[in-house]
């Protein structure tokens, strides 16, 4: 389809193997010391104790919702109503007009508040968790031959049987919760490590994550990217198959963050910080195997995800199944399917864990929203450090680690070697203007000086 937009449909509602092993039982070697006493008293006095925190029922709102079902807000003086929400349209609007406290939010979702039309001072604090997300296609496509990319001998083999598929059809169109989420941004990438361009081959639409499945059984869409457990819903209903974890896409990637207003933390910084070490708990808490079954159940519930709990429990422990399509339909084990605070993985290491704030994943984010021409500026800024600080801030994350003894990595930037992308470009968060005048396949007025 040669047309570059999103077409919102607001009127329809708004493994490979070789990972080692996670590591279970006791994930307290981040940590030098148990905090036993009283939290508050490291933290001081709570300016507020009632909170409403937002969320979008998927699994990475587990921390939210296990801390408040285990008591870690408890632990820390804190009470917390919850507000489900439709869409990251309106967590965004709940937080911009403070109806919101905090909330579960995609990681580019403060980037495209400060950078974007609305120049609302909305931070990221925190992140929820690492991976977590799939591409599903259509069962159309296992008919013509396309199957999982770990049935290939490589990215190179996989590449020409999915570019033959796309330019085989007249039409190609998936599907997508936000054109800022994660899974949106990944799915470009993908596309674009392909040769196929996602604003001049394909088309984009937007719909509700709970709407995908339907959407792909009236063949509206061939496919779609989401995170867990939309990302079985297909497999379930039978209508389609997993042809891509974002594990695959790009190892160890940032997915959802806890964001709250800049002033809103500036009026609160003892709340603030106190809800990001409950929430830290919680993520230490949901990386325990032992725990999942149980997790899939309290997540399960409707004043949660409101979702058969079978659909859930998989992308927690990692038995995950790609297709419907086969007699046997075999489990794959990908434990690291999501990853809330650390497994021990060939790309995570000691002290570096999924919920540090990595400056390098912001840089990426940034060079992808202007590849794609999604912010006012076509070039990469001068100022990109003092952006970037100011959005995802990494101070007061060190303050409450520290009173957590949870050690952190001692770099801000984290070079991503060939193996941790897809198509093996590396990443040099140092160079991002050579990053981006390596890719050929971009918005058409986008511009990257060197």
């Known amino acids: ?90 967590i965004e609007k709940g937080l911009l007009s403070w109806q919101l406290d905090a909330a579960q939010a995609p990681f580019a979702l403060p980037m495209f508040a400060q950078l974007g039309k609305h120049k609302a001072p909305l931070i990221s604090l925190m992140n929820l968790n690492l991976n977590g997300s799939a591409i599903t296609f259509t069962k159309k496509a296992w008919e013509k031959g396309l199957r999982p990319f770990l049935n290939y001998n490589n990215f190179r083999d996989f590449e020409r049987s999915f570019r033959q598929y796309i330019r085989g059809s007249s039409q190609t169109r998936f599907a ?29 639409l937007e719909f509700q994550a709970r709407q995908l499945t339907y959407k792909l059984q009236a063949r509206m869409i061939e496919g779609y990217s989401i995170s867990a457990p939309w990302t079985r819903s297909a497999i379930i209903e039978n209508t389609g198959f997993i042809i891509n974890i974002s594990r695959d896409i790009w190892q160890g990637h940032p997915n959802k963050i806890l964001a709250a207003m800049d002033g809103w933390v500036k009026k609160h910084p003892v709340t603030a910080r106190s809800l990001m070490a409950a929430l830290l708990e919680a993520c230490q808490y949901c990386d325990h195997q032992r725990h999942h079954r149980e997790m899939a159940e ?84 001068k100022d990109a450090d003092r952006i970037l600080d100011r959005i995802y801030p990494i101070s007061i994350y060190k303050e409450v680690a520290k009173v957590l003894n949870i050690r952190i990595p001692s770099e801000l930037m984290k070079f991503e070697p060939t193996n941790a992308f897809i198509d093996g470009r590396p990443f040099d968060p140092s160079q991002p203007l050579v990053y981006l005048n390596q890719f050929s396949i971009r918005a058409s007025n986008s511009q990257f000086p060197v």
């Not at 919702?65 to 009470?79: M, N, V």
């Not at 040769?195 to 001049?200: E, I, K, M, N, T």
């Open 176 to 204: 997508i919760d936000s054109p800022i989420s994660m899974d949106a941004y990944l799915l470009r990438y993908w596309l674009a490590a392909m040769g196929v361009d996602p604003d001049r081959e394909v088309g984009l």
């Open 1 to 90: 389809m040669k047309r570059r937009q999103f077409i919102k449909y607001s009127s329809l509602g708004t493994a490979s193997l070789g990972i080692t092993a996670c590591v279970q039982g006791n994930l307290d070697f981040l940590r030098s010391s148990e905090t036993s006493l009283n939290p508050n008293n490291k933290f001081g006095s709570l300016e507020k104790t009632n909170l409403i925190l937002g969320f979008v029922p998927t699994t990475d709102a587990a921390p939210l919702i296990i801390a408040q079902e285990k008591g870690f807000f408890q632990r820390y003086g804190l009470k917390v109503t919850f507000k489900r929400r439709s869409s990251w349209e309106v």
């Open 298 to 381: 309290i997540l399960a519930k409707s004043q949660y995800l409101n979702l058969d709990r079978t659909l859930i429990e998989p992308t927690l422990n990692g038995q995950y199944t790609y297709t419907n399509n086969t007699p046997n339909n075999k489990l794959v084990e990908i434990p690291d399917f999501t990853i809330f605070h650390y497994q021990d993985t060939p790309y995570l290491k000691i002290p570096d864990h999924a919920n540090y704030p990595w400056r390098s994943h912001a840089v990426w984010l940034l060079t992808q929203m202007i590849r794609w021409n999604q912010l006012e500026t076509t070039s990469y800024p």
